[in-house]
């Protein structure tokens, strides 16, 4: 989920907002890595029965007798497979909780020895249920993206896009989010993401919304898989003409360089170099002019805290001289954005995605359907960032006001849609980056990407 650039991060003090090869949707729809076995076939044989077992009755010749047949007691297996639309809980398919682990990556040059101390390795150890969870979380992300990836098509809404994802995160995890703080243990971890063309990240559809998604159209996909708050943040982008390749190669290519850079002790300056350098070695022919592949400067990664999508770090994805270092123990969302157009992006159109500060001041609310309202997003989202759709499935209504009182308030945080200039085009890829004490970890890698 997209943060916005440094001028504006001050204020994003709460959660808001690759084998790198793919098709014209910018992934292939191969298994996942750590996808579940097959199907366990039911191996159990009929009882053997003496079908002949007739009694001779002696010397009166009475007739011969058969026993009868017992009914066969099937076995009821547990699935070993993902069904579409994806409603197998993850953890039938992992019953002893052993996620599969994201892509490796050895710490380089002075913090090389990591990998063979023992003293790091028995500190990474310890952190077995950090693991568990993003790695669950991870998987999430994994089986219902490649459930998304083959199912999206143009001629779909919005609605039905985001809700189709949302309800596949919801079964995975196990937690469906209408019972009170049922949201607060996993699922969804932040509003799915359907940004087409110029519209950069933020715009989720709100409830009436009538947008068709169209076959010329290029379409961000960034959702969100929370357990137990440790948020999954992970992004791609689908288009359905190849003439768009070049576009989402380059943020592809750029994502996966932001990935190979980062680690413990590097500076954010050098990873938005290293990504700037790759994504604008590209450039996009469209209707017969040549367009520069840009980043678009004022959009940047993030590190990820509990419960909360934005920490305090940001990662640019232009080259910079900030000198702030990542550091052991941290998670970053590692994004990146490319477009056609300006490569700068401002707000605009309606606000969808909604979140409670961190920092939240205690103020005298005087408008009473912001105190309920209040209530209502403490015990179903926290500072989990939500959108009206997810208010609206609490069978919250007429909540505009509230909503707006808090977000002027100041305990409540609006992150309207991102836009650059209309009939450009922009694209996302995204991972999520585990700087464990003894290796990196891509936790949400996939065979997509």
Known sequence: MAA??????????????????????????????????????????????????????????AAKKKKKRKPKKKKTGTAKTQSSPPRVLVANLFPNDT?????????????????TNEEKRAMDRSNNDFLTDYRKGAEVHRQVRQWAQKNIKPGQTLTEIAEGI????????????????????????FPTGLSINHIAAHYTPNAGNKVVLKEEDVMKVDFGVHVNGRIVDSAFTLAFDEKYNNLLRAVRDATNAGVKEAGIDVRMGDIGAAIQEAMESYEVELNGQTHPVKCIRNLNGHDIYPYS????????????????????????????FGSTGKGYVRDDLETSHYAKKRDAPNVALRVSSARTLLNVINKNFGTLPFCRRYLDRLGQDKYLLGLNNLVSSGVVEAYPPLVDIKGSYTAQFEHTILLRPNIKEVVSRGDDY
Do not use: C
Request: hydrophobic fraction near 25%; aromatic fraction near 4%.
């Open 309 to 336: 999508i934005h920490g305090m770090k940001s990662v640019p994805i232009v080259k910079s001289t900030d000198q702030t270092k990542m550091e052991e123990g941290e998670t970053f969302a590692i994004e990146t």
């Open 99 to 115: 996620y599969p682990e994201g892509e490796l990556i050895e710490y380089r040059d002075e913090n090389l020895y990591r990998t």
């Open 166 to 189: 949302e309800d596949g995160v919801r079964a995975l995890t196990g937690h469906w989010g209408l019972e009170e703080g049922d949201n607060l243990k996993g699922g969804v971890g």
């Open 4 to 61: 916005k650039m440094k001028d504006d991060m001050e204020k994003l003090t709460v959660s808001d907002t690759k084998k790198a090869n793919g098709s014209v949707n910018g992934t292939t729809n191969g298994h996942t890595n750590g996808h579940a076995e097959d199907a366990d076939h039911d191996d159990s044989d009929d009882d053997k029965e003496d079908d002949a077992g007739a009694l001779e009755a002696g010397a009166n010749g």
